[in-house]
């Protein structure tokens, strides 16, 4: 699991019967240095999203298998938002700050 910033919300003119009234959102993953409060991030993904999230918003990222396995039955989902962070803690494995 991987923490993410949303930065925008995907609009599909066809979707998958599945996704109806769900949302999906292009999110940056963080890299380490994103919790120092460094710009340091992979590229964006899209992300599945049934708990609200905007633009703005952290979140946790669930990918691969794991990804589908909270829907009954599965669907084809490579990255799933897990949940919306509100803060964190974050001590740094050099400085122990």
């Not at 292009?26 to 340091?40: V, Y």
């Not at 990918?63 to 009954?72: I, K, N, T, Y």
């Amino acid at each position: 699991m991987r923490f993410g910033k949303v930065i925008g919300r995907v609009v599909l003119s066809q979707k998958h019967p599945s996704y109806v009234g769900e949302r999906l959102l292009l999110t940056l993953p963080w890299k380490t240095g994103a919790f120092e409060g460094r710009h340091d991030h992979d590229f964006g993904i899209v992300v599945y999203d049934e708990l609200g999230g905007s633009p703005g918003d952290l979140i946790a990222i669930s990918e691969g298998r794991e990804a589908a396995c909270p829907f009954d039955p599965p669907r084809p989902v490579d990255a799933y938002n897990a949940a919306l962070i509100d803060d964190f803690f974050y001590q740094s494995p050099k400085t122990g700050k």
